[in-house]
């Protein structure tokens, strides 16, 4: 599966190969999919399973009120976590010598740092800037995902160097 993976985005590199290195283009068709899995799933969670509508709950340490934008970017994030995890360990940073816990701890630690500002961002946004959620959500995708790859690359996956 690996193999047929890499062949297919290799397929597609050599427009590219003046610009960008093999991993780096693995790494934005990666990146790239992770970031539409969370895209689409965003407008799945917030249009056709919260038909755009917030959400009354009854649970301590929670608001009573959770904006319908709110939790369609917590569903989205565990998709995206799931499918974007997967890509980076087994598909593109496979030179990786930290444990598989430690990999996904790390990961998890900057998708949380991450969900934290697209909240933060997605707020502003929608109900300070009055912009639609799913174009605010695309827009705030795209910012973070630059940032990431370079936690993720010297971070999450990175190769221990033995002395």
Same mark, same amino acid.
């Given at each position: 599966?690996?193999?047929?993976?890499?062949?297919?985005?290799? *397929? @597609?590199?050599?427009? *590219?190969?003046?610009?960008?290195?093999?991993? +780096?283009?693995?790494?934005?068709?990666?990146?790239?999919? +992770?970031?539409?899995?969370?895209?689409?799933?965003?407008?799945?969670?917030?249009?056709?399973?919260?038909?755009?509508?917030?959400?009354?709950?009854? &649970?301590?340490?929670?608001?009573?009120?959770?904006?319908?934008?709110?939790?369609?970017?917590?569903?989205?994030?565990?998709?995206? @976590?799931?499918?974007?995890?997967?890509?980076?360990?087994?598909?593109?940073?496979?030179?990786?010598?930290?444990?598989?816990?430690?990999?996904?701890?790390?990961?998890?630690?900057? =998708?949380?740092?991450?969900?934290?500002?697209?909240?933060? =961002?997605?707020?502003?946004?929608?109900?300070?800037?009055?912009?639609?959620?799913?174009?605010?959500?695309? *827009?705030?995708?795209? +910012?973070?995902?630059?940032?990431?790859? &370079?936690?993720?690359?010297? @971070?999450? *996956?990175?190769?221990?160097?033995?002395?």
């Amino acid at each position: 599966m690996r193999k047929s993976l890499i062949k297919l985005i290799d *397929f @597609f590199y050599p427009p *590219f190969s003046r610009w960008l290195p093999i991993h +780096t283009f693995r790494y934005i068709v990666s990146g790239g999919s +992770t970031a539409l899995c969370g895209i689409i799933s965003y407008y799945i969670a917030y249009n056709w399973i919260l038909h755009q509508e917030n959400v009354q709950v009854d &649970f301590p340490f929670l608001p009573k009120l959770i904006t319908g934008h709110s939790l369609a970017l917590v569903i989205s994030t565990f998709a995206s @976590f799931l499918w974007g995890f997967t890509l980076n360990k087994y598909l593109i940073f496979t030179k990786s010598n930290l444990k598989g816990r430690v990999q996904m701890f790390r990961y998890a630690a900057v =998708m949380g740092i991450n969900l934290g500002l697209n909240f933060a =961002m997605l707020k502003y946004m929608v109900e300070g800037l009055h912009f639609y959620p799913s174009i605010s959500q695309a *827009f705030i995708t795209i +910012t973070l995902s630059l940032c990431s790859y &370079f936690l993720q690359k010297h @971070f999450t *996956f990175r190769v221990k160097k033995h002395h």
